[in-house]
T-cell receptor, first 114, second 112 residues
Framework: DAKTTQPPSMDCAEGRAANLPCNHSTISGNEYVYWYRQIHSQGPQYIIHGLKNNETNEMASLIITEDRKSSTLILPHATLRDTAVYYCIVRAIKHSSNTGKLIFGQGTTLQVKP | DGGITQSPKYLFRKEGQNVTLSCEQNLNHDAMYWYRQDPGQGLRLIYYSQIVNDFQKGDIAEGYSVSREKKESFPLTVTSAQKNPTAFYLC???????????FGSGTRLTVV
C-alpha cells in the first residue's frame, strides 16, 4: 500500500472550514483514498473515501487532485466535537493481493478552538 | 443494530500470563482485523482474516495468536511472549468490497 504524508497537527477556529491535506505521491491506479478520524480513546470512525472524483457526504468533502498524488479533506463548518486525529489512508481495491488492509500512519491532530 | 463489540473495555494482566481479547460482529462482514495502538501513535496491524478458518500475520504478529472459527468472532490472544503488551487494542471488520472498516470501541490492556 502507498504511504501517505500528513502534517502532524493543525488548528481551526470553530465554525470555519477545516482543510486537511494529504500527500500520496506513490498511489497506484487500483488504490482508493480513505479518511478516518479517531476521537481520544475511541475506535476510528470512517469519514469518506474516493478514487478519482471529488466526493461529498454528510460529514465531509474529499477533493482529489487530477494526478491523484494528493487530496484534501474538508470539514465545512468545524465544531469542537471535530477535534480528533484524522488519518489519510490508501487502500487497494478488490482483486488486489493487498485487498482489505488499512495501513495507518501518524495522522493529523486537528484542534478546533472556540 | 449491527455493530462490532469488543470486551472487556479494560483488562489488567499479570506479567507472564496469557490473555484473550474478544471481538464479535453481527454485520455479516467477511474480513476482520486486529490493531494495536500505543500512546500518541497510529494503529499497527497485528493479524487479519479475510475468511473463516484463514488468517494472516500483520506487521507486528510476534507474541500474538488468533483464531477464526466463526464468521462473527475473531479473538486475539496476547501471549507471555509479547514483550510490551500494554496498549490499546482495536478490532475492525469490513466486507470484501471497497467499503470502509467498522471499528469496535477497543480494549485497553495493562500489564501489572
Amino acid at each position: 500500500d502507498a504511504k501517505t504524508t500528513q502534517p502532524p497537527s493543525m488548528d481551526c477556529a470553530e465554525g470555519r472550514a477545516a482543510n486537511l491535506p494529504c500527500n500520496h505521491s506513490t498511489i497506484s491506479g487500483n488504490e482508493y483514498v480513505y479518511w478516518y478520524r479517531q476521537i481520544h480513546s475511541q475506535g476510528p470512525q470512517y469519514i469518506i473515501h474516493g478514487l478519482k472524483n471529488n466526493e461529498t457526504n454528510e460529514m465531509a468533502s474529499l477533493i482529489i487532485t487530477e494526478d491523484r498524488k494528493s487530496s484534501t479533506l474538508i470539514l465545512p463548518h468545524a465544531t469542537l466535537r471535530d477535534t480528533a486525529v484524522y488519518y489519510c489512508i490508501v487502500r487497494a481495491i478488490k482483486h488486489s493481493s493487498n485487498t482489505g488492509k488499512l495501513i495507518f500512519g501518524q495522522g493529523t491532530t486537528l484542534q478546533v478552538k472556540p | 443494530d449491527g455493530g462490532i463489540t469488543q470486551s472487556p473495555k479494560y483488562l489488567f494482566r499479570k506479567e507472564g500470563q496469557n490473555v484473550t481479547l474478544s471481538c464479535e460482529q453481527n454485520l455479516n462482514h467477511d474480513a476482520m482485523y486486529w490493531y494495536r495502538q500505543d500512546p500518541g501513535q497510529g494503529l499497527r496491524l497485528i493479524y487479519y482474516s479475510q475468511i473463516v478458518n484463514d488468517f494472516q500475520k500483520g506487521d507486528i504478529a510476534e507474541g500474538y495468536s488468533v483464531s477464526r472459527e466463526k464468521k462473527e468472532s475473531f479473538p486475539l490472544t496476547v501471549t507471555s511472549a509479547q514483550k510490551n503488551p500494554t496498549a490499546f487494542y482495536l478490532c475492525a471488520s469490513s466486507t470484501d468490497t471497497n467499503s470502509g472498516y467498522t471499528f469496535g470501541s477497543g480494549t485497553r490492556l495493562t500489564v501489572v
